[in-house]
């Protein structure tokens, strides 16, 4: 597996992007790919339930992982994976377009992340590409 470290931040920094993203959002339209309307009110702590990196897929347990998303659109995320990774920490900003497309920059200086996310009571789904890969990451929302 390619840089498995690098790949998950950027992952992880995808889950993060749209949260952080929707909750910064006052009002996003659109009527491309993206979705029309307003993506929803996604501000809190989630934690880490699975994530999938160019069809490698781990879930929780093993790994674990909190994600705050402020109401600023900014993010931290924490999370511990089985080796050889390890502990990882990410923080960053995001952009939204429409109700369903999200952009990532992370301070780590990670290759951005563009995808679609979808909200379900209180899980949330985020997929698309970083540097070439498909990553994914499911998220569970705590509080």
Do not use: H
Not at 79 to 99: C, E, H, K, R, V
């Amino acid at each position: 597996m390619r840089d498995v470290r690098r790949s998950f931040a950027v992952a992880v920094a995808a889950g993060a992007a749209v949260l952080a993203a929707a909750a910064a959002c006052k009002s996003s339209t659109s009527s491309n790919a993206c979705g029309s309307g307003t993506p929803p009110a996604v501000t809190g702590v989630y934690t880490l339930a699975s994530y999938d990196i160019g069809g490698t897929l781990i879930t929780a347990p093993p790994a674990s992982g909190e994600l705050r998303l402020n109401a600023d659109g900014t993010y931290g995320v924490n999370l511990t994976l089985p080796p050889p990774t390890g502990a990882i920490s990410d923080s960053g900003t995001y952009a939204i377009q429409g109700a369903s497309c999200i952009s990532q920059s992370s301070v780590l200086g990670q290759p951005q992340f563009v995808g679609s996310f979808t909200l379900t009571g209180s899980t949330l789904t985020v997929s698309g590409t970083a540097g070439g890969e498909s990553v994914a990451s499911v998220w569970t929302k705590t509080s």
